[in-house]
């Protein structure tokens, strides 16, 4: 059972544009939450994060959303562009548990055309 | 150059050998996991160390055996393994396992096992 879902697996957004990735989850206990951004060929890197005391948090053309009520966060990208071109993946971790261990959701693959 | 350096990048081995999946991080993080990321599933975390000690074993294979010398480095010993774990294996590192800490992935190592 999945605990963070994408339930979408792509988007495709032209330059400029607002990309809008979304992320759900189940587990109540989870207070942290990241996105990462993986290109082919490369771990997954850090884009931005949010605690649960917050539901929203700003770094320049990202923006994080948070719903406690609705367990639903969401990422901005504006103004889209070329290079945002990858896979994002939602993170969370719970309260409860230990060592930083975080759930992923399965990924949106992104495509921003030129 | 992410500070989190894995080798090999790519690994093919039959089911009988035994091989190593290094990780290296060069932050000065105290804490090292090992994710696992198969075809059409989100990346799955395996384990965690903290400070050398292993906190967190996700229910994995025994056949899966990692090692932790020093808070630098992580070892995934591998040894029998089935065609089903060929899979993206994703090192990671953080300062400490607190709130507010992302974690930093390595580029991966593909792994084919046949």
């Known amino acids: 059972d999945q605990q963070v879902k994408q339930n979408s697996p792509s988007l495709s957004v032209q330059e400029g544009r607002i990309s809008i990735l979304n992320c759900d989850y189940t587990?109540?206990?989870?207070?942290?939450f990241l996105w990462y951004k993986k290109y082919p060929a490369e771990g997954p890197t850090f884009l931005i994060s949010?605690?649960?005391?917050?539901d929203k948090n700003e770094d320049g053309r990202f923006t994080v959303f948070l719903n406690k009520s609705a367990k639903h966060l969401s990422l901005h990208i504006v103004p889209s562009q070329p290079g945002d071109s990858a896979v994002y993946f939602c993170a969370a971790r719970s309260q409860e548990a230990a060592g930083n261990k975080l759930t992923f959701g399965g990924g949106t693959r992104v495509l921003v055309k030129p | 150059e992410t500070g989190v350096t894995q080798t090999p990048r790519h690994l093919v081995m039959g089911m009988t050998n035994k091989k190593s999946l290094k990780c290296e991080q060069h932050l000065g993080h105290n804490a090292m996991y090992w994710y696992k990321q198969s075809a059409k599933k989100p990346l799955e975390l395996m384990f965690v160390?903290?400070?050398?000690?292993?906190?967190e074993n996700n229910s994995v294979p025994s056949r899966f055996s990692p090692e932790c010398p020093n808070s630098s480095h992580l070892f995934l010993h591998l040894h029998t393994l089935q065609p089903e774990d060929s899979a993206l294996y994703l090192c990671a590192s953080s300062q400490g396992t607190g709130m507010d800490t992302e974690a930093f992935f390595g580029q991966g190592t593909r792994l084919t096992v046949v």
């Open positions: 160390y903290n400070f050398k000690e292993q906190t």
């Open positions: 587990n109540s206990m989870f207070d942290y």
């Open positions: 949010i605690s649960s005391i917050k």
